[in-house]
C-alpha cells in the first residue's frame, strides 16, 4: 500500500486520527502537545502518527487534507483542523460534541 493510501485509510478506519510531530507520550512540539492534551482531557481513544519519523508522511498528508500545518485532527474521516482550531473549539465548548459523534 503506497504511503498517501495508508494515510486515507488510517483516517478513515480510526474513528480520532491525530497526525503530530512525537507521540502522545512525548510530544516533539508544543502544538501538538496541546491537542494531545485535550483529547486526554475528555479521555477519548484515539490513534496518532507521528510525522517526524518519515517526511514523505507530512507531504503526503498536506496533499490530502490541504492543511498545511502539524497536528492535524481528524474525526470520522473529516479533518478539524490544527492546534488552533482544536483549542478553540475546547474553549467554546464544542469540541465535546465532535468527539461525541466518534
Known amino acids: 500500500m503506497e504511503l498517501k493510501e ?3 485509510n488510517d483516517i478513515k478506519t480510526n474513528s ?3 497526525y503530530m510531530k512525537g507521540t502522545p507520550e512525548m510530544p516533539q ?13 475528555y479521555g ?6 507521528n510525522v517526524l519519523s518519515d517526511p514523505e508522511i507530512r507531504v503526503k498528508l498536506s496533499e490530502y487534507s490541504n492543511w498545511p500545518t502539524i497536528p ?11 492546534a488552533d482550531i482544536t483549542m478553540e ?12 459523534d466518534a
Do not use: P
Not at 477519548?44 to 502518527?49: A, I, L, R
Open 72 to 82: 492535524q485532527l481528524f474525526v470520522n474521516g473529516e479533518l478539524i483542523g490544527g
Open 44 to 49: 477519548v481513544e484515539y490513534n496518532s502518527t
Open 6 to 8: 495508508q494515510i486515507i
Open 89 to 100: 473549539l475546547h474553549e467554546k465548548g464544542e469540541l465535546l460534541d465532535i468527539l461525541d
Open 16 to 18: 480520532i486520527m491525530l
Open 29 to 41: 512540539c508544543g502544538f501538538s502537545n496541546a491537542v494531545v492534551q485535550v483529547l486526554n482531557h
